[in-house]
């Protein structure tokens, strides 16, 4: 059913098409977070990595990574 997607399509991002269009920065030197993130998130529970540290440091280039 089409509901189910509302709050995604509400605060979600669509990541992939910001990388097709140039509009993410580059991330480099992070593969091992990321596919320790993509990881987690592709548990059945426990399915919520926390990016953790200073202002500065990546995680939010990890996260769009």
Do not use: F, H, W
């Amino acid at each position: 059913p089409e509901g189910k997607y509302e709050a995604l399509d509400k605060y979600g991002k669509d990541l992939t098409a910001m990388a097709r269009e140039g509009k993410l920065d580059p991330v480099i030197g992070r593969d091992d977070e990321i596919r320790r993130c993509i990881q987690i998130l592709s548990r059945r529970t426990k399915n919520n990595p926390v990016l953790i540290g200073e202002p500065g440091v990546g995680k939010t280039a990890i996260s769009e990574g």
